[in-house]
């Protein structure tokens, strides 16, 4: 079974520009999240998704962040215009629907993002 | 306060060692934890889950002190090969739905 994955595995863009990060999860898969991992710090939550309903957006940074996924299979995250503190890694993670119990997130390769 | 504190290490440790990694964590409402191993430049893991009874794995034990709020990771017998980051992770329910809360990791080194 092919796991999550994310594309471009890299992107160096300059400040002002647009970026967009693309995810696709597990088959199957109806909760797909997206965090974010700058240098230094621990990996953040960014927000949730079920199916294409955004569940939780508390953690997205501002709003030139932009979270899609139309038709709830695969996520798009857009960053417009791209600053310099956006660098660095965005891992996307997909589970099953849990009536309770504990779920397993399984990440994807991430993307690594420099803004230049 | 960091939701999730753990030492960043690194940890230095001959094969065959046994070594113990500890994490806190600040919210009281936490649901359920789990070490995550992430590799230099790829993507976390499940490595397990940890549960109030202690959990054993192979080499692996995970234990959880909710009164403490302090989750800890032991490695017997280490290998080059557990060489990674292990991240300390909590589960936040958040609306009935579930967020993970990270550490900064704990880098592990083992040496011939």
């Known amino acids: 079974e092919a796991g999550v994955t994310q594309f471009p595995s890299h992107s160096v863009i300059e400040k002002g520009q647009t970026v967009t990060l693309r995810c696709d999860p597990i088959?199957?898969?109806?909760?797909l999240y997206w965090y974010r991992r700058v240098m230094g710090k621990e990996i953040k939550f960014l927000l949730h998704?079920?199916?294409?309903?955004?569940?939780?957006e508390s953690g997205m940074p501002n709003n030139r962040f932009l979270a899609e996924r139309t038709g709830g299979t695969y996520s798009t995250l857009k960053v417009q215009p791209a600053e310099l503190e956006d660098s660095g890694v965005y891992f996307c993670?997909?589970?099953?629907?849990?009536?309770?119990?504990?779920?397993?997130?399984?990440f994807g390769p991430g993307t690594r993002l420099l803004v230049l | 306060r960091k939701e999730v504190e753990q030492d960043p290490g690194p940890f230095n440790v001959p094969e065959g060692a046994t070594v113990a990694f500890n994490c806190t964590y600040s919210?009281?409402?936490?649901?359920?934890f789990f070490w995550y191993r992430q590799d230099c430049r790829k993507e976390p893991k499940l490595l397990m889950s940890?549960?109030?009874s202690g959990n054993e794995d192979g080499r692996f034990t995970a234990q959880l002190n909710r009164a403490s709020q302090y989750i800890s990771l032991l490695i017997r017998d280490s290998k080059l090969s557990d060489s990674a980051t292990y991240l300390c992770?909590?589960?936040?329910?958040?609306?009935?739905?579930?967020?993970?809360?990270f550490g900064t990791g704990t880098r592990l080194l083992v040496s011939p």
């Open positions: 992770v909590v589960n936040e329910w958040n609306t009935g739905f579930q967020k993970l809360v």
């Open positions: 940890v549960y109030s």
């Open positions: 088959s199957g898969h109806d909760n």
């Open positions: 993670a997909s589970s099953q629907l849990s009536t309770g119990g504990v779920e397993t997130q399984y």
């Open positions: 998704f079920v199916k294409e309903s955004k569940q939780d």
């Open positions: 919210n009281s409402a936490s649901q359920s």
